[in-house]
């Protein structure tokens, strides 16, 4: 029964929320006697003004505004000074202040999110003040013991942040978290791969219950970026690292052909190899292979050789296309997902490379008249 009453009231006051339109906010600033107080909406790149109000003698306000798609966030301000909060939908929200200490010392009440704001702004305030302190006229030493400890209340920072995160990811104050900054640098950047889990927390919770929102497509964006620029770097570095062991210019593969004989790259040192990443499904396929055969019809008794790593999920369609092929192809079944296709950091097909007669990779993705021309300059 108990269980029942509870579902009941929580449905009635979903309900009660779902029905209004607008957010307030109220509450009073002391102090502030003929000041303008402007309540403002902070979107993703600009700031309007959504109210404002000419303060009298004991500083009330009283702002009501649109109820938001997406949770998102607003600020009060008098002058240049500003009180940030988080509005997710029909929320009753209370400010205290003095005109004196507005931004940095106020009561906020009736939005936890807002709360948790304001613990993330005063602590990061703090140490931006102690970062602004740092005189040019300090010795080095005196330098070097400030930033230190302005290094470990960084740390004790993201700390608290890194718990909001983890508390609730899909929260405005968890993305707020992520954007803060000190001297225009991001404490949390997905790029540092510590952070990236944080970033990617937030990212998943906006894009999965807010996909549509362009604060998550925003966030989802740059951690994608920061992934995929992970990858390329890691492919960059086992190439290099292929290479500074084996001596040579390039990453030996080792495939069976359509004979089911093994065949490596590497048996063809000595000749002008054509390394051809492609697929008989390409739409553009026929063509292709024509150019090829004209290549290897013109060259392959001088000493040129085409390697082609066939990337076709069809296993029938490649045999039955490559009967009279008379180079060397072969096929990797694990297709885009293969070894083969990281550490060659293929992007799209077909992809050429070209080695020269000493195994070194002498150009990538020439057009045909080009290639010709390097093949002539190689052999």
């Not at 009660?16 to 006697?33: E, L, P, Q, R, W």
């Not at 700031?47 to 109820?67: M, Y």
């Not at 008098?78 to 929200?93: A, L, M, R």
């Not at 993305?175 to 997905?190: E, G």
Request: a positive charge.
């Amino acid at each position: 029964m108990n269980k029942y009453l509870f579902l009941l009231v929580s449905v009635l006051l979903l309900t009660a929320c779902n029905s209004k339109t607008k957010f307030k906010v109220s509450g009073n600033i002391t102090d502030s006697k003929n000041q303008i107080l402007y309540l403002e909406h902070t979107a993703l790149i600009k700031t309007t003004i959504i109210d404002s109000i000419k303060l009298d003698d004991d500083g009330s306000f009283s702002f009501k505004g649109p109820r938001p798609e997406y949770p998102d966030f607003y600020r009060l301000r008098i002058g240049y000074k500003v009180i940030n909060f988080s509005v997710d939908s029909c929320e009753k929200i209370t400010i205290k202040a003095s005109n004196n200490q507005f931004s940095s010392n106020y009561i906020i009440e009736g939005s936890q999110t807002s709360i948790d704001i304001q613990k993330l702004r005063k602590s990061l305030t703090e140490i931006q003040r102690k970062v602004n302190d740092l005189s040019p006229d300090l010795t080095t030493d005196a330098r070097t013991i400030k930033v230190s400890a302005i290094e470990k209340e960084i740390e004790i920072h993201k700390e608290m942040a890194k718990k909001l995160i983890l508390q609730n990811p899909r929260s405005s104050a968890a993305y707020y978290a992520i954007y803060q900054k000190i001297n225009d640098t991001y404490l949390f950047s997905p790029y540092n791969k510590e952070d990236r889990p944080f970033c990617a927390a937030v990212a998943t919770a906006y894009n999965t219950f807010m996909p549509e929102y362009e604060r998550s497509k925003n966030i989802y964006s740059l951690v994608m970026d920061a992934i995929t620029s992970e990858r390329q770097e890691k492919n960059k570095q086992a190439w290099a690292d292929i290479v500074e062991k084996s001596g040579i210019g390039y990453i030996d593969i080792e495939l069976k052909d359509k004979n089911d004989q093994v065949r490596k790259l590497s048996e063809n040192e000595g000749k002008v190899v054509l390394i051809d990443f492609s697929s008989y499904e390409m739409e553009n396929s026929v063509q292709y292979t024509f150019e090829l055969r004209d290549l290897y019809n013109k060259y392959s008794a001088k000493g040129l050789e085409i390697y082609q790593v066939s990337l076709d999920r069809s296993i029938l369609l490649w045999k039955n296309s490559t009967e009279s092929i008379p180079w060397i192809c072969v096929r990797d079944e694990n297709g885009p997902n293969s070894k083969v296709v990281a550490s060659y950091n293929i992007q799209k097909i077909p992809t050429l490379f070209l080695l020269n007669r000493k195994g070194l990779i002498v150009g990538r993705d020439y057009d045909f008249k080009t290639l010709e021309n390097e093949i002539k300059k190689s052999l």
